[in-house]
């Protein structure tokens, strides 16, 4: 038979056009909502503002600050999260008995759904009179974080970011797993017999060939960073302390999520343009971070 | 032999179509005399109805019986509901917007008339005169509370926008057992009176007052300046550029007796989240806590069946704007879309959920009836009389949230310190004279 390329454009038509039809359409709709002033859903009063929409957000002190906030989670939550996968792969792979069971246990968060988790975390663990945290820090004699109020306006952000690392600790670590595990034995045990401690190992050898596993999950750890949307709205959705760009975004596209049951006011002006704006940051922010992270670690062709 | 061919075939094919055109008929079409007489129209009708409860709770359940009882007397009309649950308060303007036809909707009658308004609701200006349902010689309108009926118009056309069916009341409630054992009679209605009585409850062991900040800084903070500057003297400040307005008397005041209530709040009450306030309230580890007519409702299975429910309004201050039957109140209220092509049937359900005989089930189930002669029970009796004696509503938190990002990232946070005896009242002005200056655009 012919080999006729044409026919390739033909077989992949349909998955391409889907493909382009939920995912680019939106993403392109986005981009020229942005430059409007939309107050409605059916977009059927707009007016076009320019970059206006963009100018405000920067303007806006809750926009700006909730970028800062996400940038602490980023690199704390990053720090945490890393560090634990990093200790969990290593005993992991060390032969331990039990490692399905560990494995699974570890992975265990993931599978609660947040609002139950964040449910568990706030009116259980962090609970000022009866939770596990006032418990444990008061049988220590701890009684300065016995009586810390995690769930005040003032420490809720440290206390979600707690939760959250919690929940994040098992997705990291099964990528870390996978990528530990396909590291060659006997290049470990050759550099052992050659005098190498455990840590010399790990970082001159592990971590080296690890480097795409690791720019992979940093890149998937960034952009679920700055779409942080679940945890804070089921932890303490009114509270402006953990606001992150992604829940004003949907504060301003349906509305204030404060202001209780009668709130009448700002909680029924929608921003449909500027939330589109934000979308459109929130984008090009993930491009530039992919970008940034390519640069860093370079695309090396390992093969072991 | 061939007429007979023919005959048998003519006498097959009138049996086979008068079979087959017999199983195309609707199997039971009512003759319009079967009708009954009661239908305002006698075409099939299907009104869709986006409800804001969901199906089993109180609220849904009762909405279920308004639909039964309508539909038994209008068998021509179908009520086509689907139980949305609070969330339809985001999805109703965009839903309308991309053409879905709704007839029915209903939720806070604020927001329904001023932020949906004329653009998407219907005037029922004219059909609030027709008579009730079931209350002889009274108009629908005459039947509500009318505190609560005038509350809200539209903004454009002035129209009254909803039939409020379940209204709600910001109020203190108390747990009157311990107001017993702590030897207090009545509740308090003045500032010096309520600060006695959490000294009385201090001197018996109860701790004073909670609340779960996440969910109703707010409307402590809204309904307690209410009573000192009045809700022009709050935005006023909330709106104030030079930031002058927080070293005013009345604010002063304010600010310097929520510091001196917030000795009497229950340790860790800045650290509530929904519902953990309002759950230590309900197993009586607090005399006291602020919130609506709906709470009883949301604590009974904690509350247990022998609570005992007492409310009492925000006490008044000497020399303060706000008097003790000023309320924040609001409403559930029932309206017809802009876009029905139904509205007089679908004003007809509207009756229905406010008659008598579904407002008793309103009240069987806990919750607040809208109409004027018909008491509420359990939990929140007292409530009523302080509802039947209200002479000023006002809205949610004193409508700070009208005033912008300045109340909700700098004012509620602050107080929130205030009330829950973590920021003074000289730090509380002096911040907030601060951000205004920097934070009001």
């Known amino acids: 038979m012919k080999n006729d390329k044409r026919m ?19 993403v392109l ?21 320019g970059l206006g929409n963009f100018i405000e957000l920067m303007q806006s002190k809750v926009f700006l600050e909730s970028f800062g906030r996400i940038g602490i989670i980023w690199l704390m939550g990053g720090a945490g999260i890393f560090g634990s996968a990093f200790l969990f792969s290593a005993l992991l792979t060390s032969g331990i008995k039990g490692k399905s069971f560990f494995r699974s ?13 964040a449910a568990m975390w706030t009116q259980y663990i962090f609970n000022i009179r009866f939770g596990l945290s006032k418990n444990i820090f008061s049988a220590l004699g701890l009684e300065s974080l016995a009586s810390l109020e995690w769930t005040s306006h003032t420490f809720i952000f440290w206390a979600m970011l707690i939760a959250y690392i919690w929940g994040g600790i098992g997705h990291f670590t099964l990528i870390i797993l996978a990528g530990v595990e396909r590291v060659p034995r006997e290049l470990l045990e050759s550099a052992t017999l ?43 959705q009114t509270y402006a302390e953990v606001t992150t760009p992604a829940i004003y975004l949907y504060s301003l596209a349906f509305g204030q999520t404060g202001g209780g049951a009668g709130a009448t006011g700002a909680a029924g002006v929608v921003y449909v343009g ?12 993930a491009a530039l971070i992919y970008g940034v992270l390519n640069l860093v670690f370079k695309e090396e062709k390992l093969e072991y | 032999m061939n007429t007979r061919k023919v005959i048998t075939l003519l006498i097959t094919l009138l049996t086979l179509a008068s079979l087959i055109l017999s199983g195309c008929a609707p199997k ?6 079967e009708q009954p007489t009661a239908a305002p129209t006698a075409e099939p009708v299907t009104l869709v109805y986006w409800s804001m409860w969901n199906e089993d709770e109180p609220m849904g359940q009762v909405m279920k019986a308004a639909i039964e009882a309508f539909q038994a007397a209008h068998p021509n009309v179908t009520v086509d509901v689907t139980w949305q649950g609070r969330g339809v308060r985001k999805l109703f303007t965009a839903a309308i917007d991309a053409g879905t036809v709704i007839d029915l909707i209903d939720n806070d009658t604020g927001r329904i008339a001023l932020s949906w308004g004329d653009k998407y609701i219907l005037g029922l200006n004219d059909y609030v005169t027709q008579p009730s349902l079931d209350t002889a010689g009274k108009s629908v309108a005459d039947t509500i509370f009318p505190i609560i009926l005038n509350q809200y118009i539209t903004k454009d056309s002035g129209s009254m926008a909803s039939v409020p069916f379940n209204p709600y009341v910001a109020l203190w409630f108390y747990n009157k057992a311990e107001f017993a054992q702590a030897g207090i009679a009545q509740p308090p209605t003045t500032f010096e009176e309520w600060m006695a009585a959490n000294e009385t409850l201090k001197t018996a062991g109860i701790d004073g007052f909670t609340f779960d900040p996440d969910y109703y800084t707010d409307i ?25 307005a927080w070293q005013s008397e009345g604010i002063v005041q304010w600010a310097q007796d929520m510091e001196a209530l917030s000795a009497y709040a229950l340790p860790g009450t800045s650290a509530n989240l929904y519902p953990a306030g309002q759950q230590a309230f309900a197993l009586g580890d607090v005399a006291t806590t602020y919130n609506g007519t709906w709470l009883p409702s949301e604590v009974a299975e904690t509350a247990g069946p022998d609570f005992q429910w007492g409310a009492f309004s925000w006490p008044t201050v000497t020399g303060g704007v706000g008097t003790i039957t000023d309320y924040d109140m609001g409403s559930q209220g029932m309206a017809i879309t802009k876009v029905s092509q139904h509205p007089d049937v679908a004003f007809e359900f509207i009756k229905y959920v406010v008659s008598v005989q579904i407002q008793q089930e309103v009240v069987n189930v806990g919750y607040a009836s809208s109409l004027v002669d018909l008491p509420w029970s359990g939990p929140i009796a007292d409530a009523y009389p302080l509802m039947k004696n209200a002479t000023t509503a006002f809205g949610w938190a004193c409508n700070g949230w009208d005033s912008g990002d300045f109340f909700a990232n700098d004012v509620i946070p602050a107080f929130n310190d205030l009330i829950t005896g973590k920021m003074t009242a000289d730090t509380f002005l002096a911040t907030m004279e601060e951000k205004a200056k920097t934070n009001i655009p």
């Open chain 2, 220 to 244: 402590m903070l809204g309904d307690s300046a209410q009573r000192y500057v009045g809700c022009d003297g709050l935005m006023a400040a909330l709106t104030d550029k030079t930031g002058a």
């Open chain 1, 29 to 49: 709709h986005s981009t020229f909502l942005s430059f409007f002033e939309v107050s409605s859903w059916s977009g059927s009063e707009m007016k076009f503002v």
């Open chain 1, 105 to 117: 246990a570890i992975y265990l968060p993931n599978l609660i759904p947040v609002v139950a988790a």
């Open chain 1, 8 to 26: 390739i454009f033909f077989f992949l038509a349909p998955a391409v056009l889907a493909y382009m039809f939920v995912s680019i359409y939106p």
């Open chain 2, 28 to 33: 039971t079409t009512p003759t319009p005399a």
């Open chain 1, 194 to 236: 050659d005098g190498a401690t455990m840590l010399q190992a790990f970082f001159k050898i592990t971590l080296p060939l690890l480097r795409d596993v690791i720019r992979v999950a940093v890149v998937l750890w960034s952009i679920v960073v700055l779409n942080l949307f679940a945890y804070p709205q089921a932890f303490a």
């Open chain 1, 274 to 285: 500027r939330a589109a704006a934000a979308g459109v940051i929130l984008t090009l922010m």
